[in-house]
T-cell receptor, first 113, second 113 residues
């Protein structure tokens, strides 16, 4: 199993550009989440989904959109990139709620110039 | 306000000794707490979960305790090895069992041969 796969691994954007960070999981997990990790800030939840067709906002959702058309995929869209969105983005999935562990991808390192 | 605190200073420890990390939280009542390991350039990897009604959990050389009165979890690595060098994150269930985890900023461990 590949687990959680994120693409691209690195990306540089100019302010105002848009892009989509891809996330796919092959574990048939219902729950998927997007986090950003910044130095000194820890992991912060951007958006999450409890199943296909259902998404909700996390702690820092502004400037990001998500959709969940299939169980496997959970893309994160930056609508108009800003330097404040320079970060490392992690996608995670888990099987069900409650005590199930999160499985993380290896991240997308995004720089906005 | 709600906070999860981990020591920001790296823990340097001699090989073979026990490393102990602390996770303190305020204004949360988590049903469980999880610990993750993160290596540079990689996503976090789940290590252990402990529920609110459990005092201690062990997995190989790892031990976690959970004191809901003190609002604190301790994470121990016994007989530490250089391969244990990484950053360790604690994560709380912040909504009593749904898909909402809040992460601490992590505590780096450096095991000196």
């Amino acid at each position: 199993n590949a687990g959680v796969t994120q693409t691209p691994k690195f990306q540089v954007l100019k302010t105002g550009q848009s892009m989509t960070l891809q996330c796919a999981q092959d574990m048939n997990h219902e729950y998927m989440s997007w986090y950003r990790q910044d130095p000194g800030m820890g992991l912060r939840l951007i958006h999450y989904s409890v199943g296909a067709g259902i998404t909700d906002q996390g702690e820092v959702p502004n400037g990001y959109n998500v959709s969940r058309s299939t169980t496997e995929d959970f893309p994160l869209r930056l609508l108009s990139a800003a330097p404040s969105q320079t970060s490392v983005y992690f996608c995670a999935s888990r099987k069900g709620q409650g005590t199930q562990p999160q499985h993380f991808g290896d991240g997308t390192r995004l720089s906005i110039l | 306000s709600q906070k999860i605190e981990q020591n920001s200073e790296a823990l340097n420890i001699q090989e073979g000794k026990t490393a102990t990390l602390t996770c303190n939280y305020t204004n949360y009542s988590p049903a469980y707490l999880q610990w993750y390991r993160q290596d540079p350039g990689r996503g976090p990897v789940f290590l252990l979960l402990i529920r609110e009604n459990e005092k201690e959990k062990r997995k190989e050389r790892l031990k976690v305790t959970f004191d809901t009165t003190l609002k604190q979890s301790l994470f121990h690595i016994t007989a530490s090895q250089p391969a244990d060098s990484a950053t360790y994150l604690c994560a709380l269930d912040i909504a009593r069992g749904n898909n909402r985890l809040a992460f601490g900023k992590g505590n780096q461990v450096v095991v000196i041969p």
